[in-house]
């Protein structure tokens, strides 16, 4: 069995029994909606009680249970060629020089963590239409500077 | 003249004169910082008072000016090499597919604008290492499903 | 099931019935016929009440005819290699640098969506041979300069 | 002397003149806008009397002039990465298939040419926001089916 | 069924029965035998009449026979692996500069069709070694230069 | 100086002098028109005595007459992004596994060659609009099946 | 049946019943060992006799039989991710340009065949660790330079 | 100034003055030697004190030396097509798989930091041939768990 | 059978016993823990004794033995979308400069072998959050500088 | 001053002074023609005395010289698309998979060096053609199965 595979029969579930992600989330529940689905379809994994409780839900076998609580082999083909998700794509490849200019002048040189980050959308309503609103922080973490002695970092945070 | 040689002359004025963007963006004001770092970087255009001001604070000419009002060929080289703006990328390709499953749930079919969106980004102030919080919020552009007379949108805003 | 497997079966009952495109769009109506076939050919939804006229069209079951109201993940692989849709990508990626600098002198800085757009296409008879015509239309989106206050449009539409 | 060098000299003569694409097409006129922005950017040649014309106007040697006369290499770098082009990218890679099946079944195996065909675009005023209207129509280029005996094309027009 | 699946089955058939593409297009006939050959793996649409043929000749389901007469999803991976099909491409590729500046002195602006040419080979005895021998006429396509009053070709064939 | 460089000083030249490339074959002569005209767009070598005519015509110094007689680094930028050039390609893509299929059967396991093989192409007239006609013959290069003895091929032409 | 499934399956009986690459290549014989290789994994043909004696040893059937009779499609992923095939990718990335010059200023302009050619290795003992000992030769094929009047060589072999 | 010409200078210096890189980082000192070379070859930057000692040692203008103090744009083209560089790529390519398993078992799901990391290497006398000794370290970093109250961990460190 | 087919084989028998790698690395011994754990993943091959005892572990049949113990087609696609694995690759691509211009000045001109080397990791306890520490060694391998006369090398080891 | 420059520098003064490349590796001479050349064409270094030989005969600047001596960036861009090299860039392709099943079963798990390995070609005559013979030896290099025990090898040469 694949994660793949796994994912397929989850989704047919789903649309067999005509569930909205805002239903499962919430049967599930425990973490962001965006882990939950991120898991589902085989992009993060599941801690254990969360998978306990998805295998209840879908009616999984202890094993594809097991599969939900490995970590995946992440990341999906690039370019994206689905139009909403490149708009992501096109926003960083636009906007990412500035981000860097101005993420390393206020924080020195590092990155903001893409592992070490949470993320929360919600309807914003505007009488023009609609908006998406997008918080997220992810926590910077500054390159090292080792020192020639190994292993001993020779200046402190936020070297100039 | 190219756009990335008023880029390349713009930033060595910077370096020269030992400015930061956050006192550039000061003195150009009126829009967002991404807006105006991301212009003098070459990838946005600053509409003609600002780009006055870029040109005076610069010491431009008046040719370079206008080539600051000019919409650039916008986009850069992909995938990203660099480490902070590689992080952003990521971010979509692995959550790409948990985005699009929750916003068009809620939104309907549609995609979240990259043209129609804002950006906000500052400090966090946190125990265990400092964190950047982004804020954006960018207009829900629903697919119109127009009807079989041509132009005649036969279904409303979030047709299921 | 996958959206390609759904596809694949619906291209057999077309086959097996003998029928044209014309027939299927005529039958299930209410959108343009690019629309439905897109649908059918897994880039696009239909709404509820499209997929059910289709699934009775086809035989379909209620996860079917479920799947054909989801957003698919939409795109094809690029470059097309088939000579039809090349000849798209060849007008594109030759005009795309007229097209943009007029389209921005008259509009301002934005784009023309891909996604609130209509798109039609008749048949010109001519006597050097017949001729395809298209006409489109979509919606300007101009980029927004919003302030250094965030959310707060600085400019109005069309700024220089 | 390089194509590229031709089109950076037009665009530095355009932008100390301050000048727009509007202005200097009523000045060539005779063809299309789009044909003649076109060439001014590299991608299209000049018959000769509007290359002179052009030469008049932007003051170029009489080798440039010759030049704009030449046949380009065509063709910019695929994807593109600016949004106002990516769009016409994305409406072809998710149309593509549409398309390809609509237009074979009403005029047969064959193509529409993407060198016999004209493209106009104007502003339609819209309550909701300004749209930009193309209108193209391009010649329909139907495969042939030559003989066994070659060069005897053994079917006529739209053979099943 | 895709068309792969089909191709996969006239091969296994033809090796079954052992027989040569010769015999194949002879029984088939009327067009030529790149045509045929074209279309039996996948790349070419066989008309009415032949995909009969075909049909029988190679005990085809009805549906099948459909699927012959259906226009294929063109195009094959590039660049060709294979070194019979690599030296074709290595041609276009070493003499592509020098054919364009050829035809385009003799014709015009313009493209000789890969849609409505004639392709023909032979073989070609020697002494030092047979030789493949090629023929081959495809109509050349001028570019159009459309007028500014859209519609109105403003200049003839091979204008200069 | 590479030979990027001296193709274009000979482009400036022809331009300059208004030189068509039939008036520059005519003036070097001796071998085919592709091969002069691939040659000094850098993708060809001319033999000695032609590329002292060469030199003499285009007043070419010494050292750049000797160039014109090295083997250049053959090869250009693929797929083809010119329209011309990319009609030869597509011929290949499309049409490759019928030639293939064809030629094996005719010749059996090799290639054509595609340096021992001779290029023409001529205007033929035509009612419906003239075509470009092109005449080519590669030697047939069979894979040679050498024994186990190393260097003693255990079987002659053509073997099944 | 496709030629990678006929591979998988003579894979699966040399594994069933443990035959080294070398006995196979002494039952089968005729050729080197690396084209019978080449050949079981659908690189090469057999030639009949020897597709014949393939077949008896590995117990396929007529029509498998057959296949290892046909020429396959060829070529493997590039560049190869194996270390083993690496290397040698390596060596002609690296060597490659030196090769050229080498060996046109001994044999003129032309390429050594990888069609006509012939391979051969052993193991070399060695005191600090054995060595692969390769030897190939393949005939030099020089570049024809065809006369203007087309068909007639113009110049003899190595001309310079 | 480009940070590719600063480093061309760099290097151009070093060569003239017939200096090594650990004459160089002995100057400079005060982190490790990979971090030294790494911004002197474009990749890192240096601290303020390092950069002035720098610009001290090759002679550096005072804006040279704060091009120094930025933080570039790094990374380099890949695949990497240096033989030194690719066996490291390699490593990556054939090992990731067994690495992440082993990683992920002991540490949970998370990565090994490539921003905080160090990195050592020394030379290993051996008598079958030198070896280079590697040593390095980076900090885990979990995958958070964020909660569906935004921002609020669910989990601790380590989760299953 | 492919080697794909058994590693999901091994994936799944582990899942449904749930084991650890380290448990399975326990009951197989003998090497180290990657290469173990990357033969079960299909990039490293078992030698005899430990194929045996895996096939014993895992329950495999006797041609599943075997086909542990063959070498497969190593490598894995890139770049790679892992966020863990990306970590390794990216410290390639920023560090790979600095680290060949360090290694080259220490041994000369030359490679550390990714075939011949070994690496650890452990982990390493650490108050601002646990570290990977990875220590390797590979040996060096000069490039050799073979004489005029074949095969004698003409300079010892580090020659500069 | 790159490396690019000083080959063009040299390639100018071979083409200045009408030397061939047997004349240069005379002069310098002490090591393989291939190497002398690849160290002029970028790809190689020379040892100090080689160097210097190459400065006396090229009348280079004591600062060339080193350049010359040092270990350049190696590799070209792949694939190659000039057929000389590409033909071995074919055998590669082709034929790799042979080669790996007949060095394994010989060798055992491991490569033949790229780094390690000497190449000499010369002119067979032969009546049909004269024929490139090449004979490179490189050494094989086994995968070493290093213990549990880090560092101990578990298994000598040519494990099973």
């Known amino acids: 069995m694949t994660r793949a595979?796994?994912?397929?029969?989850?989704?047919?579930?789903?649309?067999?029994?005509?569930?909205t992600w805002k239903y499962i989330c919430g049967e599930i529940g425990g973490v962001s909606d965006t882990l939950i689905?991120?898991?589902?379809?085989g992009q993060m994994k599941l801690v254990k009680p969360l998978a306990a409780k998805a295998a209840?839900?879908?009616?999984?076998?202890?094993?594809?249970?097991?599969?939900?609580?490995?970590?995946p082999y992440r990341g999906t083909a690039m370019p994206p060629t689905d139009p909403l998700i490149y708009r992501f794509y096109e926003m960083v490849m636009v906007n990412?020089?500035?981000?860097?200019?101005?993420?390393?002048?206020?924080?020195?040189?590092?990155?903001?963590?893409a592992i070490d980050f949470d993320f929360h959308f919600e309807r914003m309503a505007h009488e023009k239409g609609d908006r998406v609103k997008i918080e997220m922080t992810g926590k910077f973490?500054?390159?090292?500077?080792?020192?020639a002695e190994q292993g001993i970092p020779a200046y402190g945070f936020k070297e100039e």
Chains 1, 2, 3, 4, 5, 6, 7, 8, 9, 10 share one sequence.
């Open 56 to 71: 209840t839900l879908f009616g999984l076998t202890e094993v594809e249970e097991r599969m939900l609580n490995e970590v």
């Open 5 to 19: 595979q796994l994912t397929e029969k989850i989704l047919d579930i789903k649309r067999e029994r005509n569930w």
């Open 96 to 113: 990412g020089p500035a981000w860097k200019a101005l993420i390393e002048e206020e924080f020195g040189d590092g990155i903001m963590s």
């Open 37 to 41: 689905v991120g898991a589902l379809l």
């Open 141 to 147: 973490l500054p390159y090292k500077y080792y020192g």
